[in-house]
Structure formats: structure tokens, C-alpha cells
């Protein structure tokens, strides 16, 4: 099962993050690695392939989110 198909069976959670950027300041949070791409891409219109997917915890997701 590749990374873009996550298990169902589980809560996934990604922020998007600049390449290169030492202290990985999430620029966007999402439940999917495509999705949280292209908000990161729309909120700074930068093209995709600027940023670089983690996977956070729930803990984490909901901070960033909230």
C-alpha cells in the first residue's frame, strides 16, 4: 500500500511544510498527504512541489488547526 492510499483502518493526519525550512512551520494541516499540497499551494501560491509532507499526530493536527 503506498503512502497516498492510507489505511482506512486508521486516523492519518499531514501538514505541509516549506522545503528547506529548518524549523518545519506547518503551512497547512489536513487528513490527506494531496490535499494538505494543494491548500499549501493556494494559500501561498507557490507550486507543489515547494513543500514537503509529515505525518503529525492527532494532538498535533488539532493545535494546528484550532
Do not use: Q, W
Amino acid at each position: 500500500m503506498s503512502t497516498f492510499t492510507p489505511s482506512p483502518e486508521f486516523d492519518y493526519y499531514y501538514k505541509a511544510c516549506r522545503k528547506g525550512d529548518p524549523e518545519a512551520k506547518a503551512v497547512a494541516v489536513s487528513y490527506s498527504p494531496v490535499g494538505v499540497l494543494a491548500d499549501a499551494s493556494e494559500i501561498t501560491g507557490l507550486p507543489r512541489d515547494h513543500f514537503e509532507v509529515h505525518e503529525i499526530s492527532k494532538a498535533e493536527f488539532e493545535a494546528l488547526r484550532g
